[in-house]
């Protein structure tokens, strides 16, 4: 119970970024399409607006995919990075942050009911609004 003091939502997000970075460049995940940009030097890896509109044959959606994998691991380190700070500092998340990021992962959980956005993001989402409405009423009341 101990440990658990010192986890904040912060951490929680930073752990999120590294499994979903690793997970895009490790064997066990996209490791083989996260060589192949490599290769390329991470220049160009697609053909952009030239893959459009989305189809069969066209878009390479395996290459699409693994790129916003890794480039959503690596974006939301720093903001785990932000959020610990503020909170180590007894500084409350706006709750125009708290909503809106619940309001994207909420999205992405009904884009995509399967995933680790649903299961481990979302419930992270609204445990951080309540975590952070209700230490602020409780230090406000102090």
Known sequence: MKLLKHITNGIALIVI?????????????????????????????????????????????????????????????????????LERRRIFLPLAFTVSYLLVVAMGAYMIPNSGMTYFMLPHAIFMLIYSRVKKKKYENH
């Open 17 to 85: 970024g590294i499994m979903h970075t690793q997970l895009a460049i490790t064997a066990g995940g996209f490791g083989k399409q996260f060589g192949r940009f490599a290769e390329q030097r991470f220049f160009k890896i697609s053909l952009g607006m030239a893959e459009l509109p989305a189809s069969e044959g066209l878009t390479n959606f395996e290459t699409f995919a693994v790129f916003w994998f890794f480039y959503f691991g690596v974006m939301i380190i720093p903001l785990g990075i932000l959020v610990h700070y």
